[in-house]
T-cell receptor, first 113, second 111 residues
Framework: EPEVTQTPSHQVTQMGQEVILRCVPI?????FYWYRQILGQKVEFLVSFYNNEISEKSEIFDDQFSVERPDGSNFTLKIRSTKLEDSAMYFC???????????FGNGTRLTVT | AQSVTQLGSHVSVSEGALVLLRCNYSSSVPPYLFWYVQYPNQGLQLLLK??????LVKGINGFEAEFKKSETSFHLTKPSAHMSDAAEYFC?????????FGTGTRLQVFP
C-alpha cells in the first residue's frame, strides 16, 4: 500500500538555524499538509497546500515557516530561524480530497537546543 | 465551527475487556469523522471513518464506531482489548480540507 514518507526521522538543530523537513506524499494525491505535535499535546494543523499554493494556514504558521513542492514529488517544510518552542514531532499528510481520509507519515522529531 | 472533544485523556482496561473511547463533535454541517491511532514513536494510522451512509462503521483491528447525530457522538469501541491495542487514539473532524483533532486518549491494557 502506498505511504507517505518523511525524512529525516530525527533532526537536532541549534536555535536560530534553518531546518528543512522533507516529505514524499502518495503519488496520486493532490492535497498536502503539515501538522505538528508538541510532546504530550494534541496534533495541530499548520498548513494545507493544493494546486501549488497554500490553501489554508493556522496562526502557528508565521513568517518563519514556508512550504514548497519543488519537483512534483517532494513536499518540504522550512523553518527559517528555529526557536526552542519549535521542538515537536512534525507530520506530513496527503489526501485525494473530498471525503477521503488523510494519510500521515511517521513524522520527523525536531529538537531545537 | 467544527471541533471534537475526547473525554478522558487516559483509559485503562484489562486484556479481554471492552474498550470504549469517547468522542463528541461540534459541527454546523454534516460531519466527516475519523479515528486515528498512534503507536509509540510512530505516525498516525487511520482506524476508521464516517462520511455518509451506515452509522456503524467498522475499522481495522476489530474497532468500530457509531455515529449518533442526536448525541453528537462518535465513540470508538472494541469488544475485547488486546495488549497490542495500547496506543494513543485521536478523534478528528474534517473542516474544509483539513482535519481538526481532539486531544487524544491514551489506552493502557493490563494483562
Amino acid at each position: 500500500e502506498p505511504e507517505v514518507t518523511q525524512t529525516p526521522s530525527h533532526q537536532v538543530t541549534q536555535m536560530g538555524q534553518e531546518v528543512i523537513l522533507r516529505c514524499v506524499p502518495i503519488s496520486n494525491h493532490l492535497y498536502f499538509y503539515w501538522y505538528r505535535q508538541i510532546l504530550g499535546q494534541k496534533v495541530e494543523f499548520l498548513v494545507s497546500f493544493y494546486n501549488n499554493e497554500i490553501s489554508e494556514k493556522s496562526e502557528i504558521f508565521d513568517d518563519q515557516f514556508s512550504v514548497e513542492r519543488p519537483d512534483g514529488s517532494n513536499f518540504t517544510l522550512k523553518i527559517r530561524s528555529t526557536k526552542l518552542e519549535d521542538s515537536a514531532m512534525y507530520f506530513c499528510a496527503s489526501g485525494a480530497g473530498g471525503r477521503s481520509p488523510l494519510h500521515f507519515g511517521n513524522g520527523t522529531r525536531l529538537t531545537v537546543t | 465551527a467544527q471541533s471534537v472533544t475526547q473525554l478522558g485523556s487516559h483509559v485503562s482496561v484489562s486484556e479481554g475487556a471492552l474498550v470504549l473511547l469517547r468522542c463528541n463533535y461540534s459541527s454546523s454541517v454534516p460531519p466527516y469523522l475519523f479515528w486515528y491511532v498512534q503507536y509509540p514513536n510512530q505516525g498516525l494510522q487511520l482506524l476508521l471513518k464516517y462520511t455518509t451512509g451506515a452509522t456503524l462503521v467498522k475499522g481495522i483491528n476489530g474497532f468500530e464506531a457509531e455515529f449518533k447525530k442526536s448525541e453528537t457522538s462518535f465513540h470508538l469501541t472494541k469488544p475485547s482489548a488486546h495488549m497490542s491495542d495500547a496506543a494513543e487514539y485521536f478523534c478528528a473532524v474534517r473542516l474544509t480540507d483539513k482535519l481538526i483533532f481532539g486531544t487524544g486518549t491514551r489506552l493502557q491494557v493490563f494483562p
